[in-house]
């Protein structure tokens, strides 16, 4: 837990249900380095590009229902990952809130705006040709983006502008949610003591 840019904004959170087991730590002010074990290795990989280029430290150990489909398991990362994130923010006092970025991957470029406050919503407008890494359905991403931005109660627009080669969309996407993230996460020095709100609640 975290209130501000002294103490450290991390979080640990433990989720089992019938069909996933999770274990997951996050420290937002981190340097890249992330341990990811999901049992699903497309999954994995773009996990650990997410805390490369957000610059968080992330540790994730997830056993799902595999055998069955991939769904379940990259939802529920989704979901303990938003509330690892919630918790690690605290009160948000100090955060810039709101982040933007424009990410290009090769043939694809990908947008991501994201406002941190408190309000889940989620705009995703992402349809390559075609729509398989392997055996990783890449529509997987907005439900991992879907159930991250219920969790945190984020504000998540998601576009691919323009893009073909579906490991090309999903790093995109995956790399820009994290710059988004990294700018809306940072302390804003002229109002480090400030709640990036009106309402005086977020």
């Known amino acids: 837990m975290a209130t501000g840019s002294t103490t450290p904004r991390t979080a640990t959170v433990n989720r089992t249900t019938a069909e996933t087991e999770i274990a997951l730590t996050l420290a937002i002010d981190g340097r890249g380095?992330?341990?990811?074990d999901t049992g699903v290795p497309f999954f994995d990989h773009m996990l650990t590009l997410f805390a490369k280029h957000g610059l968080f430290d992330l540790n994730v150990k997830a056993k799902g229902d595999i055998a069955v489909d991939y769904h379940h398991t990259v939802e529920d990362v989704g979901l303990v990952l938003g509330q690892a994130f919630r918790e690690a923010l605290g009160s948000k006092v100090g955060i810039k809130r709101y982040g933007f970025f424009i990410l290009p991957m090769d043939e694809s470029l990908a947008r991501v705006v994201v406002d941190v406050g408190g309000r889940p919503h989620l705009v995703y407008e992402a349809n390559p040709p075609t729509m398989f890494v392997r055996d990783f359905n890449i529509v997987l991403v907005k439900e991992f983006c879907r159930a991250f931005s219920n969790a945190l109660g984020a504000n998540l627009h998601v576009q691919?502008?323009?893009?073909?080669?579906?490991?090309?969309?999903?790093?995109a996407i995956f790399k820009c949610l994290a710059r988004a993230l990294d700018v809306a996460t940072q302390i804003e020095p002229r109002a480090a003591d400030q709640l990036p709100s009106t309402k005086g609640k977020i």
Do not use: K, M, R
């Open 160 to 171: 691919l502008v323009y893009g073909e080669e579906p490991h090309h969309v999903a790093e």
């Open 33 to 36: 380095a992330s341990t990811i």
